[in-house]
Nanobody, 120 residues
Framework: QVQLVESGGGLVQPGGSLRLSCAAS????????MGWYRQAPGKQRELVAV???????NYAESVKGRFTVSRDNAKNTVYLQMNSLKPEDTAVYYC??????????????WGQGTQVTVSS
């Protein structure tokens, strides 16, 4: 059973920074892409940033230049460094991983979500 466990959310003032972490555990053969999505109240879940195993990245336009996604393949962990946070960044942030299972079937897995609130 694969699990994604997130940490690092919280309350921060506008202009502040937070770092999210997400670690994958369980039995699997490989992790392809890892990334972060977010969902604000009343809105659809949206992509924030994604990183491939080879460290290619893709960002939502709204976070480019402020957020940085990275990963440690040895630790099966993805990070999201969020700087210059704005109130509109307030949302529940979800970790996602595209994983090759032991039966050679790929699946998408999700973390439980971590709340990020940007407010003065």
């Amino acid at each position: 059973q694969v699990q994604l466990v997130e940490s690092g959310g919280g309350l921060v003032q506008p202009g502040g920074s937070l770092r999210l972490s997400c670690a994958a555990s369980g039995r699997f053969l490989s992790i392809y892409s890892m990334g972060w999505y977010r969902q604000a109240p009343g809105k659809q879940r949206e992509l924030v940033a994604v990183i491939t195993r080879g460290a290619n990245t893709n960002y939502a336009e709204s976070v480019k230049g402020r957020f940085t996604v990275s990963r440690d393949n040895a630790k099966n962990t993805v990070y999201l460094q969020m700087n210059s946070l704005k109130p509109e960044d307030t949302a529940v942030y979800y970790c996602n991983a595209h994983i090759l299972n032991t039966d050679y079937v790929t699946d998408d897995y999700w973390g439980q979500g971590t709340q990020v609130t940007v407010s003065s």
